[in-house]
């Protein structure tokens, strides 16, 4: 019931009518049952992103403040809203097991180190997380390589912002404060450091609406909240036999 795990820094959107610009992140995962996203969309307030060569996808809607997990193998879909998680906290605590309020933050330190990708130079980062800890790495190309800017990504900033709320923590905004344009992505686990994802395309462009909704005809799967009623109805039940 939890939501996606977005990886890249990054890393879990319809609109109504086309944005005036984006950022398109397309790359290969050095670990293909893990963490690499292979195709990040931004679009204004409207965020998706692909794993798995597109066996998953997370589309955020920020102008709706919904987050929608796709399951194309399935042709279904699950939808988790502000609305949903705070229904899932109350329904929680009335059995004393609220979930822990904890911010979703990053911060992106330098290393010194440097790579390239793509035909351009980038700066590798230490992300580290909000107990202060680090597993990932990021070399990140200056704004303004291949016509990207930091406005490009304000959808991954009103993403962070969503997180938080659902989580419970207002404010915390710097998950999506990433420094640069994402080329190469590394995650060290068990002391043996992957690289996780490499970008072979990286580009400035809009994308239309459908990049952003549902497909047609697919089923609605229930979501978080409707989860957890079934499940404590079912052990009502099962509690009254």
Request: proline share 5%; charged share 30%; hydrophobic share 35%.
């Amino acid at each position: 019931m939890a939501p996606t795990r977005l990886s890249l820094a990054v890393v879990l959107l319809l609109a109504a009518s086309r944005a005036s610009g984006g950022a398109l992140i397309e790359g290969t995962s050095g670990d293909r049952g893990a963490t690499g996203p292979e195709r990040m969309l931004a679009d204004g307030q409207n965020v998706r992103v692909e794993m798995k060569g597109g066996e998953r996808a997370v589309i955020f809607d920020g102008a709706g403040k919904r987050m929608i997990q796709l399951e194309p193998a399935s042709r279904s879909y699950t939808e988790i809203t502000q609305a949903d998680m705070e229904k899932v906290r109350a329904l929680m605590s009335q059995h004393g097991a609220a979930p822990e309020k904890k911010p979703i933050s990053r911060r992106y330190e330098k290393t010194g180190r440097t790579d390239s990708a793509l035909g351009k130079s980038c700066e590798v980062y230490r992300a580290i997380d909000a107990e202060g800890k680090s597993h990932d790495e990021l070399c990140l190309a200056p704004f303004g390589s291949f016509g990207v800017e930091r406005s490009d990504f304000e959808g991954f900033r009103a993403l962070g912002a969503f997180a938080n709320a659902m989580a419970g923590r207002e404010g915390e905004r710097n998950w999506a404060e990433i420094p640069g344009v994402p080329l190469i992505g590394w995650r060290t686990e068990g002391g043996a450091r992957k690289e996780t994802f490499r970008a072979t395309k990286v580009e400035k462009r809009s994308f239309p609406a459908s990049e952003f909704s549902v497909p047609a005809g697919w089923t609605r799967r229930p979501g978080p909240a409707e989860q957890l009623e079934q499940l404590q109805l079912k052990m009502g039940e099962k509690g009254s036999r």
